[in-house]
């Protein structure tokens, strides 16, 4: 019974360093509809890399800016969906799942709770509860 419980934590480790693996491999990138902008995110949606091509000098910063914005989600948004496809198979039909698809978010935006508050770990110090604002 022990070594029954023992082999199936040493394939569960595992198969978590594998899944680990894969998704720190993983990454998304997008180019912008009319070439000017290619961005490369993270699994995590963080940015990589961006390249702008020698077009970008001609457009204005507010419309760049926008580009950039716009090519980046799209990035992010493609690099949810491929950690998603990696865990899916383990996680696949969990609450664990649901949360990283957005599912559980989608829900509560539904229910009319659009305000989700950050995680500390993402707030700037202005947006602590009883900070003055600046």
Known sequence: ????LEARARDLAERSRELRERIRRAQATQR???GVVTATVAPNGSLR???FSPD???FSHARLGEVVMDTVRRAQEQAARQA???VEPQFGGTAAM???TGSAADGAREAGD???PLPRSLRAPEDEP???PR
């Open 1 to 4: 019974m022990i070594a029954d």
């Open 32 to 34: 912008s509809p009319d």
């Open 49 to 51: 890399h961006i390249e």
């Open 56 to 58: 970008a000098g001609e």
């Open 84 to 86: 998603a496809s990696i």
């Open 98 to 100: 649901d949360f990283l």
């Open 114 to 116: 659009d305000d989700l």
């Open 130 to 132: 009883g900070s003055a």
